[in-house]
């Protein structure tokens, strides 16, 4: 999730929440700057959000973890076993299709689909509609970090499934990487391998889910994510693909008393 940074009744950023610790451990950040992220009546010290050994700028950071290899990593463990009853389910259907003759049910399951509905798109259409948006906003996402959000993304790859809704005929998932840069330094601050669920529904791409594995590469650090569409705050690559939310986006409350005052620009990068 981001997590909005104020100082000095400012606000100075906003951050996906697994940056905050090498943030506050590089001085870019303080413990006693204010944060706040949706689902929270009003702002907090950033000290009470963190670890207390990483709040503590005085205390060493903990001990480096190693990455496991690829075949232990519990997110391609879950791709591998999609993967398998996806296969089998398909064998499944193929070998069904093949006794009822595919071609004439594909030709009467349009035609009875025009007839109920003549207005709309048929299954094929629809279909083709989906993938060709899907494709521009992956070709849209970011592959150099550039300012403000010094985030790039790579080895994307989607695989869209027809699913047995009416209302949401179309599923994919997106798989890939995403780094996110220190703009002063170039040092890679997490990279990440995702893997994002979204939903065709009324012609637009509904975010569903995400299961991520962020790695600091400056300790070592790794951290797992799992988000839904009831989280409050989306991951970042929701934002960047232009995906869809059932639920309304929601600003932080304004850091001045009084009344409610408009909320100070966001800083991409903290002030020293």
Known sequence: MNVFIARDGAVIGEYPDVQLEYLLRNGQLGPDDDYWHEGMEEWGTLQNFLSPQTADPELPAGPSLELRPPSSNPLMDRRLLYSGVATLLGLTLLLGFWVIKPDAVEDRTIALESRARPNTLSATETRDLAAADLRRKIEDLPTNAKP?????????????????????????????????????????????????????????WIYKSYEAAVVHPGDGASQQIVDDENTPIPPSLVGALGLKRRGPSVMPPSMLSGGPAAVPPLLQTPRP
Not at 176 to 199: K, Q
Request: aromatic content about 12%.
């Open 148 to 204: 403000p959000q010094n985030t790039f993304y790579y080895d994307v790859r989607v695989n869209m499934d027809r699913t047995l809704s009416l209302q949401a005929p179309w599923r994919a998932k997106i798989h890939g990487w995403e780094n996110v840069v220190d703009p002063m330094t170039a040092e890679t601050l997490t990279r990440t391998e995702f893997l994002l669920i979204t939903d065709y529904e009324n012609g637009e």
